[in-house]
């Protein structure tokens, strides 16, 4: 563990392109020949490492950000696709049919709660939604049924975290694998190295950075990576959210800059968050002391890439957090949108927007607040002048005394 370096990993990776390009070529084909027939043959049916078939299944251009990625997670293998939906459901379709049961941490991305609330019963797939944060809960909810434990290491919108290392001693003692989307916390957290046995990444945030596209990956074995892949039975094969090869050079190329801008995005975080935090705001950030779970997060981060960018202020009521938003938008101070990991900051009420799924109860009960403003704070060159701005926008709507 104390070896294991993600970004040192990916650097350690080399490519070159066709002609000794600096960066790999971009494969731009759909089908690929064969010299032999006997070499189709022995390809579709798996037999043949290194044999492209069709890009459906595998491209040059998506194993390059495969081999990195999976050397980020330290996993065998990766499987990247268009979205980071695209990567969860044939996960979890891949693991589990009808009469199994999930137990699902009940903060989870938005997406992800709809998918296993609405949509995974039509298949006869039912999620027990618990406190992630009570591993005794977690615990009780299991059932002979259950085949995955499912969780973000830090929760969208509350930013609770999952302890990996117990959740995977629970996952190993039922025999369940344990999911674990990392979407807010890369090079931070190692969830493989905690214990989980499949990570899951929404490639639209922090990794690719640019808000330029969507995209999606599944960090894992590679006997499972094989069989999301498999021809005849594999879900990413067969419901077919590949990522486009000319999408993942791009993304490859953003990936190499991930180090550098999540220190940045950890280090203007934190700076924000104790600011606000001693002005009297109700501030949630993993790296305060006073996080509910800042003691654990501590032990299970790479700590020089610190707590991560994503930060909730409650500024007391929906109509002061529309104001603010609108106002901070209009001073340049960010953008009023959903997404995270962009060089600009950007807000949302997650109430009425990613969390939205949620139901009104349920959201009172797992503490999602009216107020409540989701950051995902940017790159910002000088993050004093900007908490100075922000304040002053604060100030002007009575949020805070000057
Ligand atoms: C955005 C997000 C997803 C979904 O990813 P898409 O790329 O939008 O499909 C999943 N999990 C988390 C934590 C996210 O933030």
Known sequence: MKNFNPADNIQDLQYFGEFGGVNPSISDSSTYTFLSAKTMFDTFEGNMEGCYLYSRHSSPSNLYLDKALAAMEGTQSANVSASGMGAITPTLLQLCGTGDHIVSSRTIYGGTYAFLKNFAPRLGITTAFVDIT?????????????????????????????????????????????VVDNTFSPLSVSPAKLGADIVIHSLTKYINGSSDTVGGVTCASTEFINSLKNVNSGASMLLGPTMDSMRSASVMKNLRTLHIRMKQHSHNAMYLAERFEKDGLITVYPGLES?????????????????????????????????????????????????????????SAPGTSTSSEIPMEEQIEMGLTDGLIRFSIGLDNDIERTYQMMKACMVELNILAS
């Open 134 to 178: 009570k591993l005794d809960v977690v615990e009780n909810a299991i059932t002979s049924n259950t085949k995955v434990l499912y969780c973000e290491t830090v929760s969208n919108p509350l930013l609770e975290v999952a302890d990996i290392e117990g959740l995977s001693k629970i996952a190993k003692r039922h025999n369940l694998t344990l």
């Open 291 to 347: 996080h509910p779970s800042h003691k654990i997060y501590k032990t299970m981060i790479n700590p020089e890439y610190g707590f991560g960018g994503m930060m909730t202020l409650d500024v007391g009521t929906l109509a002061k957090a529309n104001a603010l938003m609108e106002l901070m938008q209009s001073k340049n101070l960010g953008y009023l949108a959903v997404s995270l990991g962009f060089y600009k900051t950007l807000f």
